[in-house]
């Protein structure tokens, strides 16, 4: 399974154009009739249902009340589409690969924020030191 942060806007628009296309066509409803019912010009639903225009989530909203179904079936029909139901891949074992995975789409400052308080953390919580050290024999 890719992750979300991998696939490109316009393959997202693409998938959500078709969906709502595919949506429309099973209620059997012209293009013309769903868009004045969202409130929008049938020229605009025309694109976004190309996946050549970005559309709102109010739009999205307002698409989705005239086609009679709920937000939630299109978003859930959008991450199976784009692969959310293929094979999960398990998190890996290694720290440093779940840092970089958890991180990949933080921006700077977020990850400045991560390190400063993981720094706090260490400081305010030092591991308890050993009361004699394992192995070593002082000489006399």
Partial sequence: MKFAYSESAAAVRAALGSILRSRREATRRTLSEVAAEAGLSPAHLSEVERGRKEVSTERLLAVAHALGVRP??????????????????????????????????????????????????????PPPRPKERIGFIPRR
Wanted: net charge negative.
């Fill in 72 to 125: 939630a079936e299109i978003y859930a029909d959008l991450a199976r589409l784009l692969g959310a139901d293929s094979e999960q891949r398990a998190w890996p074992e290694d720290p440093p690969v779940k840092l970089r995975l958890a991180t990949a789409s933080l921006p700077l400052e977020a990850l400045r924020s991560v390190a400063d308080f993981s720094a706090y953390l260490a400081m305010a919580n």
